[in-house]
């Protein structure tokens, strides 16, 4: 019977669980307090500066519900790049989203974004078991806003996150961060237009 070691079992998990076995493995072969308790302080850590990693996103856009605004995700210059053109006669958003192990965010109290805006508004999106009818309920929050053109970094709360479905508010849904299957980044501001957010990387840290 072949036993499996240890890199066997890491390699062979989600591209989620790789990253947090990778950074125990890291923190203990550096054996810093501080290097320990940064690691350990994130649920999360989703960094955008290759292009394997941007490839994981996928677009979502009006076309879904016969509308006519184009978008998706790119690699360029060290990170990801968001982009493309609103039309609002029809659906009138775009978004970027990908998948994630449930359970990563189950002590989570929000996201860290390190962003570069054009001045629009940009919301997180986030996708739990939570339905309603039928339909999965999206759970959404603003992206504050920073100086257009310029590196920020911001934090959007789930306490402060509404819930939707198509952008029709629902009522007394609660979001459970343990149960976050999916994440994304939604432009749905009325405005006709291209559109260009910038993203370094995404995090969720104590």
């Not at 996928?58 to 519900?65: E, I, L, P, S």
């Not at 509308?67 to 790119?74: C, D, L, P, T, V």
């Not at 002590?107 to 999965?136: F, H, I, P, W």
């Not at 806003?145 to 934090?155: D, K, L, Q």
Request: with cysteine; aromatic share 8%; net charge neutral.
């Amino acid at each position: 019977m072949t036993q499996k070691t240890f890199t066997d079992l890491m390699w062979a998990g989600s591209n989620d669980v790789k990253m947090t076995l990778m950074m125990s493995l890291a923190c203990l072969a550096l054996s810093t307090t501080m290097a320990c308790a940064q690691m350990k302080d994130c649920a999360m850590k989703m960094p955008l500066e290759t292009s394997q990693a941007v490839s994981e996103w996928y677009a979502v856009n009006d076309g879904v519900m016969g509308g006519k605004s184009s978008g998706g995700a790119k690699f360029d210059q060290g990170h990801m790049v968001f982009d493309g053109v609103i039309n609002t006669n029809g659906g009138g958003f775009s978004s970027v989203r990908r998948d994630v192990t449930p359970g990563l965010l189950r002590e989570a109290t929000g996201l860290t974004l390190n962003v570069r805006s054009d001045g629009r508004e940009y919301k997180v999106t986030m996708k739990t078991q939570a339905r309603l009818r039928g339909r999965y309920i999206s759970f959404q929050g603003v992206i504050p806003p920073s100086a257009p053109g310029e590196w920020a970094v911001v934090t959007v709360n789930f306490d402060d996150l509404k819930a939707s479905i198509f952008g029709r508010p629902v009522r007394g849904a609660s979001f459970a961060p343990a149960e976050v299957s999916e994440i994304g980044i939604i432009i749905a501001d009325g405005q006709d237009g291209p559109f260009e957010l910038h993203v370094k990387d995404i995090a969720s840290c104590g």
